[in-house]
């Protein structure tokens, strides 16, 4: 057997019976092309763990993944010898065997921070960065899906059909969609603009990951978009966090005031105040 483990840098090869380790020994690293084949196979180095299994390790193998075979060479290896009767022992045809993902499959979190509530008029719309994002297994994403929607009250949805607002609201929706491939998702200031004139007062904006082992997760957060100048404040993590009791809970705040007056940064600083509720 051969299988991926958690991280996806290495995989383990299982033999089926003691071997002679092919006159190595145990933690010595050798070229995997010796002894083993698979794709990238001249990228990985190796080494025995013992006479019957073979640690690979594959961080820089990237096209190899789950299901692609391992094959042990032909005439590179032979039993071990435990008898009086070793030269009657015979070196190995070559065997395959199609790799295995880890067991249980490594946790993905997609990991990307929004403000609660944004101001549609604010210089340079939104920027939503998505690299601190976990569980990559230190390849490229397979899969990273951007899903953008907007809601908002059936009555201003309703009203921007009849005054021709909704059909650029729709486009605005579809433009960002058609730019949401990259891991920073961004809405212009005039998409942003064009939504809260078409009746959405809501941005939902849903970040799907899959790494190379088959591990997935969808992380889902929603904006308020206000046509008032209201200054951003970002929670570090969120706004739901959780502590289990007895453990400490750290909380940390970035706030500007709103630039729609055309404020520079430096005259935008805000002033912080914290309210603490027993529930």
Do not use: H
């Not at 994403?141 to 809601?151: C, G, I, K, Y």
């Not at 706030?255 to 007056?261: F, K, M, N, V």
């Amino acid at each position: 057997s051969a299988r991926f483990a958690s991280t996806g840098a290495s995989i383990l090869v299982q033999l089926e019976a003691v071997s002679d380790m092919a006159g190595m020994l145990a933690g010595e690293y050798f070229p995997c092309a010796a002894l083993l084949d698979f794709a990238d196979v001249d990228t990985a180095e190796c080494f025995w763990v013992g006479a019957t299994q073979i640690y690979a390790e594959v961080n820089k193998a990237l096209d190899f993944v789950p299901g692609e075979n391992v094959t042990l060479r032909a005439n590179t290896t032979m039993l071990a010898c435990d008898d009086d009767r070793c030269e009657c022992r015979v070196r190995n045809n070559a065997s395959s065997v199609a790799s295995d993902p880890p067991d249980p499959l490594p946790d993905v979190e997609p990991v990307f921070q929004v403000p609660d509530s944004i101001a549609v008029c604010e210089e340079g719309g939104l920027a939503v960065e998505a690299s601190q994002s976990i569980g990559s297994g230190g390849r490229d994403w397979t899969r990273l899906v951007w899903s953008v929607n907007a809601t908002g009250p059936p009555e201003s949805r309703a009203a921007a059909k009849v005054n021709g607002t909704w059909d650029n609201a729709t486009k605005a929706l579809e433009s960002m969609r058609d730019r949401a491939e990259a891991l920073e998702f961004i809405a212009e200031t005039t998409e942003l603009q064009a939504l809260a004139r078409g009746g959405f007062d809501t941005l939902v904006l849903s970040l799907e990951l899959e790494n190379f082992l088959g591990s997935t997760k969808t992380e889902s957060v929603e904006m308020k978009l206000s046509t008032k100048s209201i200054p951003s404040v970002l929670i570090v993590g969120g706004a739901n966090q959780v502590a289990k009791v007895g453990n400490a809970l750290t909380v940390e705040a970035s706030g500007l005031a709103s630039g729609c007056d055309g404020r520079s940064l430096a005259q935008r600083a805000v002033d912080y105040a914290w309210d603490l509720y027993r529930l």
